[in-house]
């Protein structure tokens, strides 16, 4: 088992990702992986890395799919002992003008953004070394949606006592009400996108409590960020910052240093705690 410290950064192999895994490879005292679904993609972006000078390592991972998820988690135990840092950047957005029903898009977004991030947070959290830093890429997005959630929803995900099972209902209320059309009169935004990230940032403040209560002494950190509005293929050319800058606040959350406490549970905006 090797002594080396581990960092991980979920959907890598391109965009925000992508620049993550550079500065965590200029940065990280330790070996980095870049993980993709796609292992051609993966080892593509490997390579673009490589030629930079850098040394970033490959593995697979789709979080759709537990059984990938699985084996990276058993890869890391064998390999590690567990894990450093964990950077949860993997998500998906429909273009805005895409044609699929609007129930399509609000279970597709909500499969990939909130469970499979969750899942990753299930099979990995518990294998975080001591001084451990998780970093959930959320996004600015979440704050506007839960601004238009209605008062009694907005009071449920600004709850510091919501248990990640009440979340779980909510994220699939939110589909079946778009399914039967009604979400709007439930009181929820026409976006699942937002939605879906809203249950990011909401369970990185139940994962942070869970973690204080289960694990305290561990000094482990775990926060939601927003990197910005960022030139990638999900927000398109017209953004305003480069992915480089868009990597600036979740490199900062997953290299803080191990005499900090704090920030912790937070949502993280330039480099800012912001209040939910």
């Known amino acids: 088992m090797s002594g080396v410290p581990v960092a991980v950064v979920t959907g890598s192999n391109k965009g925000i990702g992508l620049a993550i895994v550079r500065a965590l490879c200029k940065q990280f005292p330790g070996d980095v992986y870049l993980t993709s679904r796609d292992p051609a993609r993966g080892q593509a972006a490997v390579a673009e890395l490589q030629q930079e000078g850098l040394q970033p390592l490959f593995h697979q991972l789709d979080i759709d ?7 990276l988690r058993d890869f890391l135990k064998d390999k590690y002992g567990g894990l450093n ?4 950047n993997a998500g998906i957005a429909f273009k805005v003008n895409d044609t699929a029903p ?3 898009q609000a279970e597709v977004t909500m499969k990939t953004n909130f469970f499979g991030t969750r899942n990753v947070c299930t099979e990995l959290l518990p294998i975080m070394k001591p001084y451990g830093r998780v970093v959930n890429v959320s996004s600015m997005v ?4 839960l601004e238009r959630c209605s008062q009694q929803l907005q009071q449920k995900f600004r709850s510091d006592t919501i248990t990640e099972d009440e979340l779980v209902q909510l994220m699939n209320k939110f589909v079946e009400d778009v399914k039967k059309n009604i979400h709007e009169k439930e009181g929820w935004p026409n976006t699942a996108y937002g939605v879906s990230k809203i249950g990011v940032t909401v369970l990185s403040r139940i994962h942070a409590r869970l973690l204080n209560e289960q694990r305290k002494g561990e000094h482990i950190l775990l926060n939601a960020c927003c990197p910005g509005w960022v030139r990638t293929d999900m927000a ?3 953004a305003t910052k480069s992915p480089e800058e868009g990597a600036e606040t979740p490199v900062y959350l997953a290299l803080l240093p191990s005499n900090v406490d704090a920030p912790h549970g937070q949502y993280v905006s330039e480099k800012t705690v912001h209040p939910w």
């Open 65 to 71: 799919d537990l059984q990938s998820i699985r084996a």
């Open 85 to 88: 840092v964990l950077v949860n």
């Open 102 to 104: 609007f129930a399509v």
């Open 142 to 145: 979440s704050c506007k949606a």
């Open 236 to 238: 398109g050319p017209k």
